[in-house]
């Protein structure tokens, strides 16, 4: 991928009061690259993610979307934290789906995709219903405009999800492993619609566990342990000539 980079990590740091969950990440992605994230559990994959939406603040390195520093802004030689409704301005522009679906239970599917787009974007009403029409009819769920969340299969809400996500017209997505927490039978459908997005050309970050998914939708595969990224390259190299002992013993138990 040789396109300019979207989201650029540079010597990220990250500790919850302990020791470093993230230990100086540097990474770029490409627009229009799909980057699977893989590693075991507590290798920092979802706290990597949570930095670059600002849901967690970084102690130390810089993430940059676009070229625009996330979080601060020089004042002189100093950084200084961006207020709130700057925050808002950025998140909004990087686009979340989580494994626990979050729509808001109260709000018909419609509504949960209009949200944003009326609050944060300004859009008008009329627009962003369409647009919420088109993308529920996108993730084949257009029928399901009125219904709320709770009537809703796990599969059929991440999707909702995933196009409440993109009603916000993001530059980039991320996902923490979108279908953990789904029954088997669902996992599919969603991988289906994540597979659409990225075959349209979304620039997207992907944590998972499903391991044919990165292997056929990936354009590299990124693999973390204890807050490092310790070996990365094309799924087919990642998956078939992995490089590094501990790539290969994550490998062995994971496929
Ligand atoms: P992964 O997504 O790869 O499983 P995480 O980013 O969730 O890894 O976690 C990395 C490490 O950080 C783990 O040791 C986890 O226990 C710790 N951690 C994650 N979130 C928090 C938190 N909010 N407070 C304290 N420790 C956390
Ligand atoms: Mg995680």
Do not use: W
Not at 140 to 153: C, D, I, M, T
Not at 168 to 195: I, Y
């Amino acid at each position: 991928m040789s396109g300019p980079a979207v989201l650029q990590l540079r010597g990220v740091v990250k500790a919850y009061g302990g020791p470093r969950v993230l230990d100086g990440v540097n990474l770029d992605v490409h627009e229009g690259e799909v980057l699977a994230l893989i590693g075991p559990s507590g290798s920092g994959k979802s706290t990597l993610v949570r930095c670059a939406h600002q849901l967690e603040a970084i102690d130390a390195g810089a993430i940059y979307l676009d070229g625009e520093l996330l979080g601060f802004r020089h004042r002189g030689t100093r950084l200084v934290p961006l207020g709130a409704a700057e925050v808002a301005r950025q998140r909004g522009r990087i686009g979340m789906v989580f494994q626990q679906f979050n729509l808001f239970p109260h709000m018909t599917v419609l509504e949960n995709l209009t949200l944003g787009p009326l609050s944060v974007r300004g859009e008008a009403r009329e627009a962003a219903t369409a647009h919420a029409v088109e993308l529920l009819d996108r993730v084949g769920l257009k029928a399901k405009a009125a219904a709320y969340p709770r009537h809703l299969s796990g599969g059929q809400q991440q999707r909702v999800a995933i196009a409440r996500a993109l009603a916000m017209r993001p530059r980039l997505m991320l996902f923490d492993e979108p279908t953990s927490a789904l029954d088997p039978e669902l996992v599919g459908e969603v991988l289906a619609v994540v597979t659409d997005l990225a075959k349209q050309g979304m620039t997207m970050v992907v944590v998972t566990h499903e391991m044919a998914f990165a292997r056929e939708a990936a354009h590299r595969v990124v693999f973390m342990e204890r807050g490092c990224i310790v070996e990365q390259g094309a799924a087919r190299q990642v998956f078939g000539a992995p490089s590094t002992e501990r790539l290969q013993a994550f490998l062995h138990h994971s496929l």
